[in-house]
């Protein structure tokens, strides 16, 4: 058979793989769930043998799903093998309202008896199931899944896992009739517990933020990192020193509970009462766990679930929902791979594979080319996702990208998603070198390589992108903002060649904007307008709109207040509204060693500041601007000055959610910094102020929880303010 493989066409040979693929899969489902061969293991073993040899001619019809790429889940040669009482089965998918409702007709109609709907709703945890084995009450035995039948006998490392108990908690009469049992089922109950042997099984997790000081050992120590919780808690019950799999802190969650003969359906009617017998056990049972009296009451549990799920310690991947009533269990039975009494509703996965198709390289406000790949569209948490960041050259080097690649790429919350990963063994052998760009995309100018730097650069001053990206800057919000002449605008205005530079803005007449599409009479008066308006700039504000490499707001902040403070020693009077000549002036007359002076400002950001006020093309604009009437205005920074002293904000930290109307996020953190305050990432206990903006993320629940004090932008505003 194999020999013929190289006479096949690759059609002839992608028809056969599918063929050979239903084929193994068949009698493995035989053999691994039905307890049946159906075919020899060396016949099974020719069979995939050819599959491979097809597929390693052909890589590019190798999908995920095939046998192939399955991890074979024999258990290790290191451990021992456990068997499993009774499989270890899996659980079926569902991802959307209607696969759920698709789901409880089935169960209605195989039924075909009165049945209450009840369910059981769970969190999906993504860790690693484990049997738990007791024997008279006390652990003999853990086990992996490995391939459900057989897995490996973790006893060992289990151990050292706290939330696991050595023995079963013993339990009164009491407290069984309290979690509804009657005299006679709780003496049952008692029997099978000090003599019979039981079987718990439930998930092995780590925490997210072990998985997080994890990793920051490894990369310390040059090792890979772990990719999330799941391959962590693999990694570290799979140990043979169980010291390692202790100092990894796993925990244990139960979700079942295994009795002899009928017991469970019986005795114990519901997955609640399951759970509560569990936590008298001596179990960890999630306490998010729900009775659900209905499919409606699920889909909330769902919601609520997936909106709190970021602020869980542990990864979940979904909810799992249970027929409530145990006796509808062994009715409904399993079918194929799974039960027919649960589903694992799944919530919309937040990686998806997609193909790279090309790179854009964007120029930005200083010539740095940023690379950004289009993508086959792909629908990723929901939303169809055609681009994604690259952030330079050097992390396509490090993916190890090329073009026309199957990559994984990852969208968490609202940022832009990134590429995660490159799957090589998808290439097809078409897939081409992504090259260091020669010419900017824009201008056709010969790109630079900026020494010491990672970034590539279009050197030419007079680059359309580079220009338009730093009017864009210059008309920005915490710079000139000129709300509603945006980035659209500029581009017109520069491509009918009206401006060439911010100055330009300001010589604009009625005329010219008349002669443009899209301008009418109105438009173009408020626009005039604002412009009047805007001649007139806040010293910071003026300073970050110049664009100086490395200046944000708050560095922008500290040249104003470092101008003011010699300003206000000079012996002449004092105006609160200067001339851009005498800004150029102060500066000019400065070194490196006075900006490198300035508290917070570093050699680099100091060495790029002193540049900026000697370089001609930048002396030429300011006193173009100056010559176009723009005038620098103190007030706000005097006002400053004086009242700025103490700040209510030292020592205090910040956390900021969504977007704010009147200042960046960059702007935001800076300020905060500059009053003696300090940032955090997300919401813990040491945390002060929740800074919440426009549309808040998770982090505003979390604060709300945990009684942090919440206060609006405005509210932020006068903080600021405070002395
Ligand atoms: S019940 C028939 N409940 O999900 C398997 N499983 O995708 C019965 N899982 O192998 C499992 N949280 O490791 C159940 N609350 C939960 C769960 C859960 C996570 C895992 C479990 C199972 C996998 C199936």
Redesign the pocket.
Known sequence: MIENLFFMTKQEAEKRIIKLRLEIDKHRFNYHVLDKESISPAALDSLKAELFALENKYPDLITPNSPTQRVAGKPLEKFKKAHHLSP????FDAFSVEDMQAWQKRNENYLNQVWNKEYYC????DGL?ISLRYLKGELYLAAT?GDGKVGEDVTQNARTIKSIPLALTPVSLDQLLDIGFSKEEAKTLFFYLKTGQIELRG?AIMRLAVLNELNEKNKKEGKPLLANTRNAVAGSIRQLDSKITSSRRLDFFA??LLLPDRARGEIIVSKDQLDALMRLLGFKVLKQNRVAPNLSAVFNFYEETEKKRNLLPFEIDGV?VKVNDLKMWPILGIVGK??RY?M?YKFSAEQATTKVLSITWQVGRTGVLTPTANLEPVKVGGALISRSTLHNFSEIKRLGLKLKDTVIIERSGDVIPKVVQVLPNLRTGEEEEIKAPKICPRCHSQIEKIKGEVAYRCVNKNCFAVSWRRISHFVSKGAADFAGLGPKLIEQFMTSGLIKDAADLYSLRKSDLLSLERFAEKKADNVLALIVVKKNLELANFIYALGIRHVGEETASLLAAEFISAYLKMKFKKEKKINISTLVKFFQNKDREFFNNIANIGEVVAKSIYDFWHEKDNLELLSKLENNGVILNLEKELERLYSNKTSKLKGKSFVLTGTMTSLTREGAKDRIKARGGKIKDSVSLEVDYLVMGKNPGSKYEKAKKMDIKIINESEFLQLLDSK
Do not use: N
């Not at 270890?88 to 659980?91: H, R, T, V, Y």
């Open positions: 270890m089965i899996s659980l769970e969190l999906k945890l199931a899944r998930e979700y079942d799992v799974a039960p649960m694992a």
